[in-house]
């Protein structure tokens, strides 16, 4: 696009490329809503995000200083050398790690965006209606970039999974909390040239942000990462208000908002609340894991041959996939199993829990990559009352989002979190490799029941194996 000299550096034209960022970044947005379009909104929002940013060059003033060209070009060249490859090659197993990571550089690049702003008005004159949004930026920057490395740790399995706790752990927060507003309002009421306030602040907000996700259980992890990513958003757009660019404070709020109501979404699936969530008392009620296999229950291996006749004879058979269909990639095989059936007569339905993997509509963007129709996929609330007209449930890959310890353990870490009620069917077939926990780290008494089976191995090769024996029959 060739830009005639005269409207470069020109506000209104600076104006009218953020409108059509901002445009794309909703247009893009909207594309989000299901799994086919989800990949163009996606570039359709990295469109927008390039035109802000050329926005962002041809605002005048931000290119002076001789120095200032190469240092953008240095960290647009170091940021594509890191974020490139990662993208790249990261695993759709590792996407959630990805996103917290992500999530925490945000929040950490704002924190310290906050920071430069300060030293620039250090000891000099800092007008209230850009102080008080660079130290909210620098309070909830600092909780997400610590709280999202936490996540991260965990879902790498760097740190333990389990809830880690202290005790009087509210009072802490509490503390710490106050410590970060008193410090933000001495800062605001004009002792302002005291930088040992604003480093209190980044410390106390980000022991802050350790100490809030350090006792989340490993089940709740989905509703953290998406808070963290509102604080992200909300941060973000304190810090457009500071430095006066309206296009971080527009993508601030987009992200923002998106994530607060992903949020409110995820903690009603997880019969969480958000207060509790910021509370610090979430999901850790109890450390020890619950074993179910501890009373005498005993686990019935089966065999391809045996799950193959079994579903060759059901009237309605229902498919619960979880994180180990993921990591096997076997929804292509998945696929050919439902077909298999169908040509069989088979009645194939899909049950999909708001959780189940590691992303909000893993299960859809897998099984949509596979083909399988979309109106064969039933969300948790419409197929549990199907399972008791269900002949048999195969469950690929699930683990916490079938535990009827949820239903029927009080002291159980997952107690009120809702379930695939698969324990309602007839006979309910797993396939996982073995008797490991899921991401919750807790025994699932299902395994254990006399209407359950087990067939162990890699899903994809079980379900190979399953399906050549349907079509044998
Ligand atoms: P999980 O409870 O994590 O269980 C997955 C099971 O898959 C494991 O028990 C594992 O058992 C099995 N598995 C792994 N690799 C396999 C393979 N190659 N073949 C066959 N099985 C394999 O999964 P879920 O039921 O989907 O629940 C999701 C959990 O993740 C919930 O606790 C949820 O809160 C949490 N979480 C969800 C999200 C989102 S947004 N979806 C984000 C973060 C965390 P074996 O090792 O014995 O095979």
């Given at each position: 696009m060739i830009v005639p000299a005269v409207f470069l550096q020109d506000e209104n034209f600076v104006d009218l490329l953020y409108i059509v960022a901002f445009s794309l970044f909703?247009?893009?947005?909207?594309?989000?809503?299901?799994?086919?379009?989800?990949?163009?909104?996606?570039?359709?929002?990295?469109?927008?995000?390039?035109?802000?940013?050329?926005?962002?060059?041809?605002?005048?003033?931000?290119?002076?200083?001789?120095?200032?060209?190469?240092?953008?070009a240095l960290g647009v060249v170091l940021g594509a050398a890191v974020g490139i490859p990662a993208a790249l090659n990261v695993r759709m197993t590792a996407m959630p790690q990805m996103v917290a990571l992500f999530n925490g550089v945000g929040g950490g690049a704002v924190a310290l965006i906050a920071w430069v702003e300060y030293r620039h008005h250090f000891g000099g004159d800092f007008a209230l209606k850009v102080e008080i949004p660079s130290l909210f930026a620098a309070i909830v920057?600092?909780?997400?970039?610590?709280?999202?490395?936490?996540?991260?740790?965990?879902?790498?399995?760097?740190?333990?999974?389990?809830?880690?706790?202290?005790?009087?752990?509210?009072l802490i927060n509490a503390g710490l909390l106050l410590v970060c507003v008193a410090s933000a309002v001495?800062?605001?009421?004009?002792?302002?040239?005291?930088?040992?306030?604003?480093?209190?602040?980044?410390?106390?907000?980000?022991?802050?942000?350790?100490?809030?996700?350090?006792?989340?259980?490993?089940?709740?992890?989905?509703?953290?990462?998406?808070?963290?990513?509102?604080?992200?958003?909300?941060?973000?757009?304190?810090?457009?208000?500071?430095?006066?660019?309206?296009?971080?404070?527009?993508?601030?709020?987009?992200?923002?908002?998106?994530?607060?109501?992903?949020?409110?979404?995820?903690?009603?699936?997880?019969?969480?609340?958000?207060?509790?969530?910021?509370?610090?008392?979430?999901?850790?009620?109890?450390?020890?894991?619950?074993?179910?296999?501890?009373?005498?229950?005993?686990?019935?291996?089966?065999?391809?041959?045996?799950?193959?006749?079994?579903?060759?004879?059901?009237?309605?058979?229902v498919i619960a996939p979880g994180y180990g269909m993921a990591v096997a990639q076997a929804q292509h095989a998945v696929r050919e199993l439902e077909r298999a059936l169908e040509a069989k007569g088979v009645e194939v339905k899909y049950a999909i829990h708001p959780v189940a993997g590691r992303m909000p509509g893993h299960m859809n963007v897998l099984l949509a990559e596979a083909d399988v129709p979309y109106d064969l996929l039933r969300e948790m609330d419409d197929i549990n009352p199907e399972f008791s007209r269900t002949d048999v449930t195969l469950v690929i890959g699930a683990n916490d989002v079938t535990n009827p310890a949820a239903k029927n353990e009080p002291g159980s870490p997952i107690y009120g979190m809702p379930i695939l009620e698969v324990d309602r069917s007839a006979a309910v077939v797993v396939l996982k490799r073995s008797m490991a926990s899921g991401f919750a780290g807790i025994d699932n008494p299902l395994f254990y029941e006399p209407k359950t089976s087990m067939l162990f191995g890699d899903a994809k090769t079980s379900v190979t194996e399953v399906t050549s024996e349907v079509q044998a029959l």
């Amino acid at each position: 696009m060739i830009v005639p000299a005269v409207f470069l550096q020109d506000e209104n034209f600076v104006d009218l490329l953020y409108i059509v960022a901002f445009s794309l970044f909703i247009y893009g947005l909207s594309g989000l809503t299901g799994p086919r379009t989800a990949v163009r909104g996606n570039k359709i929002a990295a469109v927008g995000m390039a035109i802000a940013f050329i926005a962002t060059l041809l605002t005048r003033g931000v290119l002076s200083g001789s120095s200032t060209p190469w240092l953008i070009a240095l960290g647009v060249v170091l940021g594509a050398a890191v974020g490139i490859p990662a993208a790249l090659n990261v695993r759709m197993t590792a996407m959630p790690q990805m996103v917290a990571l992500f999530n925490g550089v945000g929040g950490g690049a704002v924190a310290l965006i906050a920071w430069v702003e300060y030293r620039h008005h250090f000891g000099g004159d800092f007008a209230l209606k850009v102080e008080i949004p660079s130290l909210f930026a620098a309070i909830v920057g600092s909780i997400s970039f610590w709280g999202s490395s936490i996540a991260f740790g965990k879902l790498q399995e760097i740190l333990p999974g389990r809830p880690i706790k202290l005790p009087g752990q509210s009072l802490i927060n509490a503390g710490l909390l106050l410590v970060c507003v008193a410090s933000a309002v001495v800062l605001a009421a004009g002792t302002h040239s005291q930088l040992l306030f604003f480093f209190g602040i980044l410390v106390a907000a980000g022991v802050l942000g350790l100490m809030v996700v350090l006792p989340i259980g490993g089940a709740d992890m989905p509703v953290v990462i998406s808070l963290l990513n509102a604080f992200t958003g909300l941060s973000a757009a304190a810090t457009g208000i500071a430095l006066n660019n309206t296009a971080l404070i527009v993508a601030g709020m987009i992200v923002g908002a998106s994530g607060s109501i992903l949020t409110n979404l995820m903690a009603k699936a997880m019969n969480r609340s958000v207060p509790a969530i910021v509370a610090g008392g979430f999901g850790g009620a109890v450390d020890a894991p619950v074993s179910a296999g501890s009373d005498g229950g005993t686990v019935r291996a089966t065999s391809a041959q045996d799950v193959a006749i079994q579903l060759s004879f059901a009237r309605l058979v229902v498919i619960a996939p979880g994180y180990g269909m993921a990591v096997a990639q076997a929804q292509h095989a998945v696929r050919e199993l439902e077909r298999a059936l169908e040509a069989k007569g088979v009645e194939v339905k899909y049950a999909i829990h708001p959780v189940a993997g590691r992303m909000p509509g893993h299960m859809n963007v897998l099984l949509a990559e596979a083909d399988v129709p979309y109106d064969l996929l039933r969300e948790m609330d419409d197929i549990n009352p199907e399972f008791s007209r269900t002949d048999v449930t195969l469950v690929i890959g699930a683990n916490d989002v079938t535990n009827p310890a949820a239903k029927n353990e009080p002291g159980s870490p997952i107690y009120g979190m809702p379930i695939l009620e698969v324990d309602r069917s007839a006979a309910v077939v797993v396939l996982k490799r073995s008797m490991a926990s899921g991401f919750a780290g807790i025994d699932n008494p299902l395994f254990y029941e006399p209407k359950t089976s087990m067939l162990f191995g890699d899903a994809k090769t079980s379900v190979t194996e399953v399906t050549s024996e349907v079509q044998a029959l």
